[in-house]
């Protein structure tokens, strides 16, 4: 389904809704009704098919914009996981050192003592080793956050772009089947495409009307 079909649709389907009633409420004269090929607006109208162009483009440049700011961040993140990294090295050398010191300034004189400060060299390991996971979990969370972040205000823009283009394809429409309605008298209009077969016999068909209108 074409994106100006999706939105004549709705339209098509509220006044074929509405039309019953507004037929029954005229007098003895039957109601003019005309139709259109959303269809063949979307793919042929000069108008319409530009602001679909531009609107394509609109939305590629925000995602390019979008990939460009995803790569900034990446950069940075690998740049903060590289210095807290070497925070880390850093400060296992200095605790291997300073306990190194210690032990050289007073040895062990038994094997007894010689397993505690093998088990003290152990448990340090594993402290330090914990303190730098968490710290490391703790960016890729914060990373985590932020490409979200970005994912849905780029989600938002992107979608706010949609629905101007749309908005502006659909006040074109109307304005054209507007014009024409009034200078062929026509009382109801409808949407009748391959998927919304409005009118199966009679009315006015102002699809070349409009493609003309829209060119």
Same mark, same amino acid.
């Given at each position: %389904? ?10 098509? #389907?509220?006044l074929?809704l509405a039309a019953?009633m507004?037929?029954?409420?005229? =007098? ?7 139709y259109? /090929?959303a @269809? ?12 679909? *162009? ?6 590629? +440049?925000k995602?390019? +914009?979008?990939? #460009?700011?995803?790569?900034?961040? $990446? #950069?940075?993140? !690998?740049?903060?996981?590289k ?9 296992f050398?200095?605790?291997e050192?300073?306990? /190194?010191?210690?032990?050289q300034a ?9 397993d505690r400060?093998?088990?003290?060299? /152990?448990e ?8 730098a996971?968490?710290?490391m979990q703790?960016?890729? $969370? !914060? ?5 979200q972040?970005?994912q849905? +205000?780029? =989600?938002i $823009?992107?979608?706010g772009?949609?629905t101007?283009?749309? %908005?502006?394809?659909q006040?074109k429409? *109307?304005?054209?089947? @507007? ?7 026509? *009382?109801?209009v409808?949407? /009748?495409? #391959?998927?919304?077969? =409005? ?5 006015v068909?102002?699809? !070349? *009307? ?6």
């Amino acid at each position: %389904m074409t994106k100006l079909g999706k939105l004549a649709r709705g339209v098509g #389907a509220a006044l074929l809704l509405a039309a019953p009633m507004w037929i029954a409420g005229c =007098s003895d004269k039957p109601a003019v009704i005309g139709y259109y /090929n959303a @269809d063949r607006i979307d793919r042929e109208a000069g108008q319409i098919k530009a602001l679909q *162009d531009e609107a394509t483009a609109k939305l590629k +440049e925000k995602q390019t +914009e979008v990939e #460009a700011k995803m790569k900034e961040k $990446q #950069a940075a993140l !690998e740049e903060k996981f590289k210095t807290k990294q070497d925070e880390i090295a850093a400060k296992f050398q200095a605790k291997e050192d300073e306990f /190194n010191q210690k032990v050289q300034a007073n040895p062990p004189t038994s094997q007894e003592e010689a397993d505690r400060i093998q088990a003290e060299a /152990n448990e340090l390991g594993q402290t330090l080793q914990k303190e730098a996971e968490e710290d490391m979990q703790k960016l890729q $969370q !914060e990373a985590s956050v932020e490409a979200q972040r970005i994912q849905q +205000e780029a =989600s938002i $823009q992107i979608q706010g772009l949609r629905t101007q283009y749309q %908005m502006k394809m659909q006040q074109k429409l *109307d304005t054209a089947v @507007d014009e024409i309605a009034r200078s062929k008298k026509i *009382d109801v209009v409808m949407d /009748n495409s #391959a998927f919304q077969k =409005s009118v199966i016999w009679g009315g006015v068909d102002i699809t !070349e *009307d409009l493609l003309e209108k829209l060119k």
